[in-house]
């Protein structure tokens, strides 16, 4: 069966949840980043790292939600068939790769983006940081209104991949998700769902 590698709190929780979806057999190893066993199976010690039966890896989040999609169209997690729905669904795992996601970076580690080591710059960072992720669940809100799921065809793996994302915006942001109700009413959907529950269970447990 396949093997998802995974870390607390990373994004490859959207994998996770997106292969309990699915309901076939996989495996979920829980590893971290940069540890022996994660470089073993993948040099760049990242998650998720998902690999097949036969050996072989894919990385990266989206492209693993894709393929996930993909294979098992029965699960019907593609969010549409036609060219236009693929489409969306690629623009909509590029915004949460490209523009979401790394709006966190600066707030995750603020020394990436500055030379002066004084508390004042780091916070400044961090504070930019928070100002650009705002910015982006903006634009998911306004998305959001009227919709249950990200893609006109349903529930998708891109619900999936927001569904971390959202969950640190909840925590990091000083007013949470308040000025993102859309936004908090996709994550409490999500969050309800009994394969979530089952994931999250998984994955803090200790």
Known sequence: MPTLYYAVGACSLAPHIALEWIGAPYEAVRVQFGSDELLAVNPAGAVP????????????AGAILDYLAS?????????GDGVRDKAE??????????DVHASFWPIFM???????????ARRAVVEAG??????????????????????D?????????SFPMIRWAKKL???????HPHVQA?????????AVQKVLAREERR
Not at 71 to 79: D, F, M, N, Q, V
Not at 89 to 98: K, L, P
């Open 89 to 98: 669904a690629h623009r909509w795992s590029a915004f949460f790769t490209s």
């Open 71 to 79: 294979k098992h169209p029965e699960a019907r997690l593609a969010g």
């Open 186 to 194: 996709l994550h409490d959907r999500i969050a309800a769902d009994p």
């Open 153 to 161: 065809g349903g529930r998708s793996v891109i619900d999936a991949y």
């Open 173 to 179: 942001l000083p007013d949470g998700l308040k000025e």
């Open 110 to 120: 603020p020394d990436r983006y500055t030379s002066d080591r004084t508390e004042s």
């Open 49 to 60: 790292t998902l690999q097949e039966n036969d050996g072989w890896l894919l990385t990266q």
């Open 130 to 151: 928070r100002k650009l992720v705002a910015k982006q669940f903006g634009l998911l809100n306004r998305h959001l209104a009227g919709r249950e799921h990200i893609l």
